[in-house]
């Protein structure tokens, strides 16, 4: 993802990162020289680009520099004492790490501005809520968001720096699997204000309990500035052990009674906005969406906008790719397409508010496996299981190895709806296939990894 329109100069970014400049042959480098984009691919590179040669776990971007990447671009930031090719840009920026350098670039980049810069963090909801806010805060002027979900150390500083004068407010994401992530993250956005939409055991293979979920998204709490709103779920218990100390700085949605902004029960189209009733916009159907709607409804009013402005803005809302994406099949029926990650919280909101919506008498799920759940894995699948039996689904088909003990639990269950499983979600085409036709509509939802959009396409 290449950052546009930057005005650094590789001084000013060498003094943010620590950095040492040295130009061909080691010679001093022309400092002052200026770059208007940041890029981490290779592939994406465009000439004039400083390019941040990055090293995961399973990759090493130093591989990568040769000289038509040299050719290129204004300069590289490269590891210290990493070997370099002979062709070589007009600057090298040497640095102790490069993920590290890209953080402290994009942190002094997001100071040079004056704007409300919002963070958004919880375990389901937070892709969908950015779009909201983005969409609420938009009806003030252009606001610079997250993209997709760039929300981890890479994409969040990524995101950052493509803030520009032009933006009114800011919206940017953060996602966490290990305690200390959204501290980190939050060090570069410098966030004013922030929405926490729900703690649920999401990424337990790594947090190892939900408490430790908990202390870990309300670390954005503490980065914020005194005084600063907070957007909290009223219905999470764990969230609201925050509220004592907020005070009036916090902003409840939900369906609690007490949730400053409300989605009214028996009517989940209208929403009490601090007392203001207003309807949801066609734009926001189905419970999921609608509670996401006020937490971005929550925001907009803790940033000073009117009733009619939140309304105005979630007229305006469009889904990301792969979050309640409604698709049209040949054969008539409607698929519902939310398969771009999942946990035990999201999976059941998700059914729940697909089987809400959704009119077609005959309606169906596929659901794939829920990773990086631990330990925990086994049971959750197994209560997953437990609970899907009661639902009103026509069928069920479950991909994954890991779906394993949700389909014993619906077996014994004696779910009155056929279920079918397999390893891989491919096997499961045939059989879906067949029971589409109009009349029918068919939710798919599993974690990123199980790819379960290439089942949809296979359809």
């Known amino acids: 993802m290449p950052v546009l329109d930057l005005t650094l100069t590789w001084e000013e970014a060498a003094a943010a ?32 680009d400083a390019f941040f040669a990055l090293k995961g776990d399973r990759f090493d971007a130093h591989r990568f520099l040769d000289a038509p990447l040299a050719a290129v671009c204004s300069g590289w930031v490269v590891r210290r004492g990493a070997k370099l090719p002979d062709a070589r840009p007009p600057v090298v920026c040497e640095v102790e790490d490069t993920r590290e350098a890209l953080a402290a670039v994009a942190g002094a980049w997001r100071s040079r501005f004056d704007v409300p810069v919002v963070g958004v963090t919880g375990s389901n909801g937070k892709t969908t809520v950015k779009q909201m806010a983005k969409a609420v805060l938009g009806v003030r002027g252009p606001v610079c968001a997250t993209a997709g979900n760039f929300n981890n150390e890479v994409g969040l500083p990524l995101s950052v720096l493509e803030l520009a004068p032009k933006h009114k407010h800011a919206v940017f994401e953060m996602g966490a699997s290990k305690k200390g992530d959204i501290s980190w993250l939050a060090r570069v956005a410098k966030p004013t204000a922030a929405v926490l939409t729900n703690v649920q055991p999401a990424h337990l293979e790594f947090f190892g309990d ?13 980065a914020l500035p005194p005084g600063a709103p907070a957007v909290l779920c009223a219905d999470d218990e764990n969230l609201r052990r925050h509220l004592p100390a907020l005070g009036a700085r916090a902003w409840t949605f939900g369906r609690a009674e007490d949730a400053r902004v409300r989605v009214l029960p028996g009517s989940d189209a209208v929403l009490s906005l601090d007392g203001i009733m207003r309807p949801l916009p066609a734009a926001v159907s189905g419970p999921l969406e609608r509670l996401n709607a006020a937490a971005a409804a929550a925001l907009g009013l803790s940033l000073g906008l009117s009733p009619d402005e939140v ?28 398969a771009y990650n999942a946990n035990p919280g999201s999976m059941r909101a998700g059914l729940e508010s697909f089987l809400a919506a959704a009119p077609e008498p005959a309606r169906y799920a596929v659901l ?29 088909w479950l991909a994954g190895p890991e779906m394993q003990p949700a389909v014993e639990a619906l077996r014994a269950a004696r779910a009155p709806f056929p ?11 045939s059989g879906i296939r067949a029971r589409l036709g109009r009349g029918t509509a068919l939710y798919v939802k599993g974690s990123r990894a199980m790819h379960l959009e290439t089942l949809v396409e296979a359809l």
Do not use: I, Q
């Open 17 to 48: 990162c620590g950095g040492r400049l040295t130009g061909p042959g080691g010679r001093p480098a022309p400092g002052l020289t200026p770059f208007a984009r940041v890029c981490t691919d290779n592939r994406a590179a465009k000439p004039g």
């Open 210 to 222: 939900l408490e430790t979920v908990f202390r870990t998204k309300s670390e954005l709490l503490e």
């Open 311 to 338: 309304v105005k803005g979630l007229a305006a809302y469009e889904p990301a790719p792969l979050r309640f994406a409604v698709r049209s099949h040949p054969s008539g029926a409607r698929l519902v397409v939310d």
């Open 368 to 396: 794939g496996d829920m990773k990086e759940l631990g330990k925990e894995s086994e049971h959750l699948h197994a209560e997953l299981g437990t609970w899907l039996a009661a639902k009103p689904l026509a069928g069920v």
């Open 419 to 429: 279920v079918a499983h397999a390893a891989d979600p491919a096997a499961l085409v």
